[in-house]
């Protein structure tokens, strides 16, 4: 069967079509920029379309006192001091903006009777600013970018499966892949690559993250072109992830049950957050109730399917069907389960890769020339910790910022550089798969590595476990030499799988060596042999596979902020 390849030329290439590629296409498009957005998902199913919550801006509609500068010092608090400031800065700043993107691009935000835009609390906020849309923010945010993205006549291809960025001389030049339903070939020439592909939390056995998405596609492909990662240990676990069924473990319910009056019992029928935070009990910190949980679950005080039990049926009915619309839904979808007379049986849950792609905060260019990170497969703004609230954001701030960058990196350009052994490699890397027919199941070592970070680099890690981890993954890595990959008549699913098991493994890496190197227990890094925190390891760990993992130090907060950095009231919030 020949194999036809498909040529295209653009001046920037976006990578992934969730919130974060879909803004940068269209910040480019609206400078008359030649854009091409790929994503291997369709447009309208994208990952942002799950975010529930809210999108954080200090807008001071219901809180005048609110400022950009209270915003970044409430995220650089929460993110244990692991966030880098500049890049605090820049998204405190530009959040305000970022919301009167989507204004005009006509969002509709929740309102006050007079028109302003309703703000709540959410998280570790000391103001009030979260806008939102119901309890489906994302996917409010997704629509209305897909739609302006439509206006600007952005060209979108899905389904269409990267496999290698093409570079050159340590500058990138555009990027080779593949169709997921008939194998099209797709050699795409560019002057700047924007990667916006997503994190890596599939690689736990529960995770919020569909069957298909956040496999560490960016880190692969970022890292094989020459960039480095930045704490990729750092991973935050959601409290609460559905347990069955199987095809949907992990799917989240969202904070607002906890946020309207959830609580939070074992099996025993106990509420057990008193015993780890009696003050805010089930409004506590994320990290700090999945820690709550998974302590319950493994001491033998969970459920007998391995959860604890969030209980929101003493609300009046009125204030579920009102407030928690889609979790009710959800759940009656999943499980025929009725959220207003019985409880949920959840666990702690994979949700969000707070490390990423190592970036320069200011336009979040990488170590490869032309190749930018944003998104989830970004790092420098969340630290040990996230900010409920900020993803979201992060997204409208750097996608706008990106764009720009992009286009005087290809304006700056006096030639457009090239290679044929580069793209022969590309080629070379799928027809070698193509044929490869050895015993192993792609999906049986893609499980392997879900079950040896569950095992070993979940909610609470240890020195032992983390060696543990890392010699099985080396007889994974071994057993992938002998995979066998086979198209069929529903198309390249199979290769495609394979590569995902590619970036799964080298994530997995770069997580459980960063994990071991951290010895410090510090936000969602939780180290049973090194329970406190450490200033000395105050500092982002940077790997990649040649140099091992470095440390580097993080600048100064400035006053400004700093001395903002107040313990936050929690009083009837959801602190997150």
């Not at 890496?509 to 951290?518: G, H, K, P, Q, W």
């Amino acid at each position: 069967m020949a194999i036809t390849e498909q040529r295209i030329s653009t001046t920037v290439l976006v990578i992934g079509t969730g919130g974060a590629g879909l803004r940068a296409a269209i910040e480019l498009a609206e400078a008359g920029v030649d854009v091409l957005a790929v994503g291997k998902r369709p447009k309208d199913d994208a990952h942002t379309a799950l975010a529930a919550g809210g999108i954080n801006a200090a807008l001071g509609t219901m809180d005048p006192e609110d400022s950009w500068q209270q915003h970044a010092a409430d995220t650089l608090k929460e993110s244990y001091l692991l966030a880098d400031p500049r890049t605090v800065e820049i998204v405190t700043q530009g959040a305000a903006q970022g919301v009167g993107d989507l204004e005009r691009y006509g969002m509709a935000f929740a309102r006050e009777e007079d028109g302003r835009i309703s703000q709540r609390f959410f998280g570790a906020h000391k103001f009030r600013r979260t806008a939102f849309a119901g309890d489906y923010t994302g996917l409010e945010i997704q629509r209305t970018l897909i739609r302006r993205a439509e206006q600007l006549n952005v060209p979108v291809l899905d389904g269409v499966y990267i496999t290698r960025l093409l570079v050159h001389d340590g500058a990138v030049f555009g990027a080779y892949g593949f169709d997921l339903t008939h194998g099209t070939r797709y050699l795409i020439h560019a002057d700047a690559v924007i990667l916006a592909a997503g994190g890596h939390t599939r690689i736990w056995r529960r995770t919020s993250s569909r069957r298909d998405e956040n496999t560490g596609d960016s880190f692969r492909l970022a890292v094989e072109a020459g960039a480095r990662l930045r704490d990729p240990e750092l991973v935050q676990f959601h409290p609460s992830g559905i347990i069955e069924p199987e095809n949907a473990a992990g799917t989240l319910v969202s904070e607002a049950a906890r946020g309207e009056g959830g609580i939070l019992r074992n099996a025993l029928g106990e509420r057990f957050m008193n015993r780890y935070d009696p003050v805010r009990m089930e409004l506590s910190t994320r990290d700090r109730v999945a820690l709550a949980s998974y302590t319950e679950i493994k001491e033998g005080r969970g459920t007998p399917k391995g959860g604890v039990w969030l209980d929101v049926s003493h609300l009046p009915r009125q204030t579920i069907m009102t407030r928690l619309p889609r979790v009710y839904q959800t759940l009656l979808d999943l499980q025929m389960l009725d959220i207003t007379r019985d409880p949920i049986e959840i666990a702690p849950t994979a949700h969000y890769s707070m490390g990423g792609v190592w970036v320069h905060p200011e336009d979040h260019s990488t170590d490869v020339r032309g190749l930018y990170a944003i998104g989830e497969a970004s790092s420098g703004l969340h630290g040990a910790n996230r900010l409920g609230g900020n993803s979201l954001i992060e997204l409208l701030v750097f996608g706008r910022i990106t764009g720009r960058a992009a286009t005087a990196y290809s304006q700056s350009l006096t030639a457009q550089p090239r290679s044929a052994s580069a793209v022969a490699q590309a080629r070379a890397e799928i027809d070698d798969l193509l044929v490869a027919d050895g015993p192993e199941n792609v999906r049986a070592l893609q499980r392997a590595i879900r079950n040896t970070m569950t095992e070993h680099a979940g909610v609470v890690r240890d020195e032992e476990g983390l060696r543990a981890g890392i010699t099985e993954l080396a007889a994974i890595e071994k057993r992938m030499e002998d995979v066998g990959v086979h198209p069929d008549i529903a198309g390249f699913q199979d290769l495609a799988h394979a590569f995902d098991l590619k970036s799964a493994a080298l994530s997995a890496r770069a997580t459980l060596e960063a994990a071991l190197e951290r010895r410090e227990t510090r936000g969602c890094h939780n180290r049973s042999d090194y329970p406190h925190q450490d200033p000395a390891q105050q500092v982002n760990l940077v790997w990649s596979p040649t140099t091992g993992i470095t440390r580097e130090s993080i600048p100064a907060i400035p006053d400004e902020i700093s001395s903002l950095m107040t313990e936050v009231s929690t009083d009837g919030k959801l602190a997150e």
